[in-house]
């Protein structure tokens, strides 16, 4: 597993971000430093997805961020030009895929099925995007999905929240979660980045509380 892993694996949480104005990247990233999860996947559904990338990766230099929804090879160049550290992608998109392997963009794409798996294994993946997590079973079908491929780790995400994220988190198969409740739209768009904050907070808090 590369660094990049690595350091997802190490914040347990990924902030899944959508940002709608550029003018929102600085203070979100801010709130979310403060509340002790030092990373974004700001997803590439907006226009001003790109250029909140940049700002945010030329302000907060340290901060992890990367970029979600990546569906083009293009997307993913843009991404990585803008300052993304790392690619993720909804689901599994062997050009997508391949592009990103041959210019060493950390990449994690999603999938529901062995099949999908194991074109993910073919790639030499070891860490893939499950999704949509609770709509495709959870935790039960990581379990399930996970057992003939004990080398491979997930990284769900959609419908993941306070309620569940623990026991997700508890699991050996997890990498990390990755969730949108401390960052929702109303949230951002209300500028309300003390909430976000506090959530942000309360979410660090979370990944202490069950993995130390």
Request: glycine share 10%.
């Amino acid at each position: 597993m590369n660094e990049t892993l690595k350091k997802i694996g190490d914040t347990g949480i990924i902030p899944v971000v959508v940002l709608n104005r550029v003018e929102d990247a600085e203070p979100l990233a801010e709130s979310l430093i403060k509340g002790g999860l030092p990373c974004a996947e700001v997803t590439f559904r907006t226009d001003a997805a790109e250029e909140s990338i940049r700002a945010i990766a030329k302000k907060f230099p340290d901060m992890f961020v990367g970029a979600g929804t990546v569906l083009t090879v293009e997307q993913a160049d843009r991404a990585v030009d803008a300052g993304a550290c790392f690619i993720v992608s909804p689901g599994l998109n062997p050009k997508v895929v391949e592009h990103c392997l041959k210019k060493n963009y950390p990449i994690t794409p999603g999938i529901m099925t062995p099949s999908e798996l194991e074109i993910a294994l073919g790639f030499g993946l070891d860490v893939v995007k499950f999704f949509p997590a609770e709509n495709a079973g959870g935790l039960k079908m990581i379990k399930a999905i996970s057992a003939p491929y004990t080398m491979m780790k997930f990284m769900p995400t959609g419908g993941i929240n306070t309620t569940n994220v623990r026991e997700y988190l508890a699991c050996d198969k997890i990498l990390a979660c990755g969730g949108s409740w401390m960052v929702k739209g109303d949230l951002v768009k209300a500028g309300a980045f003390d909430e976000i904050e506090r959530l942000t907070r309360e979410a660090s808090g979370i990944v202490k509380e069950i993995r130390g």
